[in-house]
Structures are given as structure tokens and as C-alpha cells.
């Protein structure tokens, strides 16, 4: 069983994940609209692995005997500088997401819930992946800077991904 506390903010991170999946539907939105249909495609990937990550929580919530409780999803920004403003965004959004995950993996362990612990614990590896990840997406975007050429080859590239890897 879980404890009140825990309770309360492993439903604040499943609420984030959801968040999160709506941020990059946003991302995606603005890509779309400026028909870098490749990096919106990667958005799209990226927003369902974060739903996914929000149901991973809604599950454990239930099987430790908690309740997951919805809470309302803030819209997104809609409007971003440039494509690189967008990477940035995510990279920044991850490191965010990786404080909220050590935060938890620090609730876990002083109130020595070792279940909790260990459920996180895939949790902490997925963001050590999302983070290298977006922080490689920043430099590639970096290197093509204002070039169209560039910009065409890197959305082709992030245009192959699909759900369930990179």
C-alpha cells in the first residue's frame, strides 16, 4: 500500500506524463503547420511513448491499491521561434521530467518503499535515453542552423521513426 504521500505525487507525475504528451502534440502541431511534416512525425511518436508513460504510472497506482486521479492538462505553447527553439524546448522539458523522476526516486527510498523504488527505476534509465536523445536532436538542429537543405535532410531523418523505438 502506498503511502498518502507517495500517492499523491506518483499522481502528480502521471499527470506530467500526460502533460508531457500533450506538450510535444503541440510541438507537432507547429512543425505540421510549417510542413516539416518529419519532425512532426517525431513529435507524434514522442507523445505517445509519454501517454504510455502516464498509463505505466495510472497502472502502478492501482495495483499498490491507490487511486489515479486526473488532474487538468494546461495548454501547451503554440507558437515557438524556430525549429530549434522546439528541440530546445524538449530537451528542456526532459531534464524537467528527469528532476520529477529523481524526486520521486528520493521519496521512494527515504520512506523505504522498495517497490516504488523499483517500479522507477525503468523510469530513471528512460530518461537517461530521452535526454541524450533530445540533447542530440539540439546539436544535429545546431549544425543545420538556417540551412533548407539541412533542415529537408533532418526531417526526412526524424520522419522514419516509429512507436516503440527510435
Known amino acids: 500500500m502506498l503511502s498518502e504521500k507517495a500517492l499523491k505525487a506518483l499522481n502528480r507525475q502521471m499527470n506530467a506524463e500526460a502533460a508531457s504528451a500533450y506538450l510535444y502534440m503541440g510541438m507537432a502541431a507547429w512543425l505540421d503547420a510549417r510542413n516539416l511534416r518529419g519532425c512532426a ?17 495510472y497502472d502502478y497506482i492501482n495495483e ?14 503554440a507558437e515557438w521561434n524556430s525549429p530549434q527553439a522546439v528541440f530546445e524546448g524538449v530537451r528542456d522539458h526532459e531534464r524537467k521530467v528527469t528532476q520529477g523522476i529523481n524526486e520521486l526516486v528520493d521519496l521512494a527510498a527515504s520512506e523505504r518503499d522498495h517497490a516504488t523504488n523499483a517500479f ?10 530521452e535526454e541524450a536523445g533530445a540533447e542530440d536532436l539540439v546539436h544535429k538542429i545546431g549544425m543545420v542552423g538556417q540551412h533548407p537543405h539541412g533542415l529537408y535532410m533532418l526531417d526526412r531523418e526524424l520522419g522514419k521513426r516509429k512507436a516503440g523505438g527510435d
Open 41 to 57: 512525425a517525431w513529435m507524434k511518436v514522442q507523445a505517445q511513448e509519454e501517454f504510455l508513460h502516464a498509463m505505466k504510472f
Open 64 to 77: 499498490r491499491g491507490g487511486k489515479a486521479v486526473l488532474a487538468a492538462v494546461e495548454a501547451p505553447p
Open 120 to 129: 522507477l527505476q525503468w523510469f530513471v534509465s528512460e530518461q537517461v535515453e
